[in-house]
């Protein structure tokens, strides 16, 4: 899958992102989320969702699935995580659709956040980020957005969607949600 500029941004944030299509297959990820769940990139891609997460797990992940299709995202949806170890942490799950020019659906970009590791120092950083991610898709927008092929611009308005979502997102609220 080619790496719009957009999509760099993303590369090697400190939050775990994944991409996934309308059926809940992984088409990508980044590496924090790779490395977090202890796989690599490549272990990941073409994975169901479900793979992620204890099999207690299922029902909690489906109604996440149910509810994105019915609203078109999903915030502060508490779910536990599966590592390929088999340990399990808490997190947050955030997300928000991609539609491609004609409005039809082609997936999600999904925000996990590890409530083990939401510090007043994490969540500063994962702020800091935001609005850096935030002002690098404005020049996005203001130098080449009307350059970009339609797939390009699907991708750019769906991030752009997602950390519209992230920065009005109470981080110490979910904090406390562990």
Request: aromatic share 10%; with cysteine; glycine share 4%.
């Amino acid at each position: 899958m080619q790496q719009t500029e957009a999509r760099k941004i993303l590369k090697d944030a400190p939050v775990m992102w994944r991409r996934i299509n309308s059926i809940g297959i992984i088409l990508d990820c980044n590496s924090t989320y790779a490395n977090k769940l202890g796989y690599t990139k490549s272990e990941i891609l073409g994975k169901s969702i479900f793979e992620h997460v204890p099999k207690d797990s299922w029902e909690v992940m489906n109604d996440s699935l149910k509810a994105w299709f019915e609203t078109g995202n999903v915030s502060d949806r508490k779910i536990t995580f599966k590592k390929q170890d088999g340990s399990i942490f808490p997190g947050i799950l955030q997300a928000t659709s991609l539609y491609d020019e004609k409005k039809n659906l082609l997936g999600s970009n999904t925000v996990i956040f590890d409530l083990t590791e939401m510090s007043d120092e994490k969540i500063k950083e994962f702020e800091e980020f935001f609005r850096e991610a935030k002002n690098k898709l404005d020049e996005i927008k203001n130098t080449e957005y009307n350059k970009l092929d339609e797939n390009s611009k699907s991708e750019y308005d769906g991030l752009k969607k997602m950390f519209d979502m992230l920065l009005t997102t109470d981080l110490k609220k979910l904090k406390n949600k562990n």
